[in-house]
């Protein structure tokens, strides 16, 4: 199993920057990737970027945030991040960091997901 504890929510003025911070524990090795999530009121759940935990992980963004966000990792610290400048009152939401174990034999795959960060872009 893998736990997650997010970290570095809070409320900032658009324009403004905020860094979270996802702490990892437990089976870290099994860890393939890691992605961040947000879920705003009242809307479903989005992905706002993932990043691979091979050598040369691969980024993906989705459009809204391109530019702005940046998704890093360290993998001795076991920590993902995700650097988010120039905010937007739409980028209001509860934030969660969400990882995917490698598949196992038969295919599957498991994910673990944190207790959510809130973030508040105020106009």
């Known amino acids: 199993q893998v736990q997650l504890v997010e970290s570095g929510g809070g409320l900032v003025q658009a324009g403004g920057s905020l860094k979270l911070s996802c702490a990892t524990f437990?089976?870290?090795?099994?860890?393939?990737?890691i992605g961040w999530y947000r879920q705003a009121p009242g809307k479903e759940r989005e992905l706002v970027a993932t990043?691979?935990?091979?050598?040369?992980?691969?980024?993906n963004y989705a459009e809204s945030v391109k530019g702005r966000f940046t998704i890093s990792r360290d993998n001795i610290k076991n920590t993902a991040y995700l650097q988010m400048n120039s905010l937007k009152p739409e980028d209001t939401a509860v934030y969660y960091c969400?990882?995917?174990?490698?598949?196992?034999?038969?295919?599957?795959?498991?994910?673990?997901w944190g207790q959510g960060t809130p973030v508040t872009v105020s106009s």
């Open positions: 969400n990882v995917e174990l490698v598949p196992s034999a038969s295919g599957t795959t498991t994910n673990y």
């Open positions: 437990g089976s870290t090795s099994n860890i393939n990737a």
């Open positions: 990043i691979s935990i091979t050598p040369g992980g691969g980024t």
